[in-house]
């Protein structure tokens, strides 16, 4: 039986991860290069937004279950879960990934389980860590026990996925993935399906690359549908009757930290082999400037000039605080490009340096012409559209999640993404 884990990173996915297990008997240590985190979680004090997890902090840390700091200790297992992002080139930047392994190192010891939970292009736990790992002087698959279990999980979701969503998890031999299957089996109450390492790194990028690939066909659609002369929800939803079909929807762009990053990967691996990955990418990233073009189009139709526009929503999706890859960000740059003022709001982020900054909505539509809808927070679905008193009556929603009559009914002019019935 595990008897301590060190998990090392303690962002979206290693925080959650770890006081999953601390709820659960097994002591954790937790490994954050960021002393503020450190120092927060320490403190019981959430330094990311996700459901339930200052209940289960709380738990964690008073129970004596959790401990934190900016060093690894010996453990008998090591969970590493840091970012795995891109870089300016669109290529892996693992760097982050073989700091964390270099740093535990000095601590393991024979008999250790070490797994990757990070996102990573295939050949990352042979080519990246394993390197790392072999200077500890313990023969891996031997001594050493290595795997890769990349997380499966929603923001907004995260402890209800990590208990019930099936697991992959890949052992660089079979008894590397038993020992991670016993382990993860202390809260995961779904399927866990054993492989080898790569196999489990190329699942978990496939799986968002499959969801890339969709959105960047809804995108398209929503790109046509002036010239189709149709509302492309409403195609969509039509057409997703059919038994066989799941057309994604479209946006303002893709964000997070692995929809809108773990296809570049197959993009440097694949080379030529790449193309629909590769033109679904730059199909999806084109849509930030159409978004802003569209919006500085509605305003020249409305014959608004030097127009100031409100952002509403900053985070990559609803409901949560991540900004990480999120599409609102480029959104208001484009914007800016375009001459046009803007002012940014989200409720869900605490500190907002997009744009000009305010934490207040009334402030940040009052001198507004236009109201930039780009995230479905509930509370923007919620809004009591009789108390916006902003200067102009335009309404651009990106994500169809207004109430379209309730906003007309109060006066405003109403625009929808992939609507030519606008």
Not at 316 to 340: A, C, H, W, Y
Request: hydrophobic fraction near 40%; charge should be negative; aromatic fraction near 6%.
């Amino acid at each position: 039986m595990t008897k301590s884990i060190c998990v090392v990173g303690l962002g979206y996915i290693g925080l959650p991860t770890a006081v999953m297990f601390a709820n659960h008997g097994i002591k954790v240590h937790g490994v954050d290069v960021n002393p503020a985190a450190v120092k927060s979680i320490q403190e019981k004090q959430l330094h990311i937004e996700e459901t339930g997890l200052q209940e289960r902090l709380n738990k964690a840390v008073d129970e004596g279950f959790l401990t934190a700091s900016t060093t690894p200790q010996e453990a008998d297992v090591f969970v590493i879960a840091v970012p795995s992002p891109i870089n300016p080139d669109n290529t892996a930047n693992l760097e982050y990934v073989r700091q964390a392994t270099a740093s535990i190192v000095p601590y393991v010891k024979p008999g250790n389980l070490v797994i990757l939970e990070s996102t990573v292009p295939p050949k990352t736990v042979e080519n990246i860590m394993l390197p790392e790992l072999v200077k500890s002087g313990l023969t891996i698959g031997e001594e050493l026990f290595v795997s890769h279990s990349p997380e499966r999980v929603i923001p907004g979701k995260v402890f209800e996925e990590l208990v019930n969503n099936d697991r992959i998890v890949g052992g660089i031999n079979k008894k590397s993935a038993e020992m991670t299957k016993e382990l993860y089996e202390t809260f995961v109450q779904g399927t866990i399906h054993l492989t080898d390492a790569t196999t489990a790194e190329l699942v978990k990028v496939m799986e968002n690359t499959y969801r890339d690939v969709n959105i960047a066909f809804a995108n398209e659609l929503a790109k046509m549908a002036d010239k189709l002369g149709v509302n492309i929800w409403e195609a969509i939803k039509f057409a997703n009757y059919h038994p066989r079909v799941n057309v994604h929807l479209p946006g303002p762009g893709v964000g997070g930290h692995c929809i809108a990053v773990d296809p570049w990967f197959l993009v440097e691996l694949g080379g030529e082999a790449a193309q629909i990955i590769h033109l679904s990418r730059n199909t999806n990233d084109s849509m930030p400037s159409f978004t802003a073009q569209k919006t500085q189009s509605i305003l020249n139709k409305a014959g608004v000039a030097g127009a100031t526009v409100a952002v509403l929503g900053l985070a990559f999706k609803g409901n949560i605080d991540d900004m990480r890859e999120s599409p609102s960000t480029i959104v208001v740059d484009e914007l800016q490009k375009l001459g046009l003022n803007v002012v940014s709001f989200d409720p869900h982020i605490k500190e907002n340096k997009h744009a000009t900054q305010t934490q207040s909505l009334e402030e940040a539509t009052k001198d507004a012409d236009i109201l930039l809808f780009l995230t479905d927070h509930n509370e923007f679905k919620k809004m009591d559209v009789s108390s916006i008193k902003s200067k102009g009556k335009i309404v651009f929603d990106t994500k169809n999640c207004l109430d379209r009559g309730a906003w007309e009914a109060a006066g405003f002019e109403f625009h929808l993404l992939g609507d030519a019935k606008n």
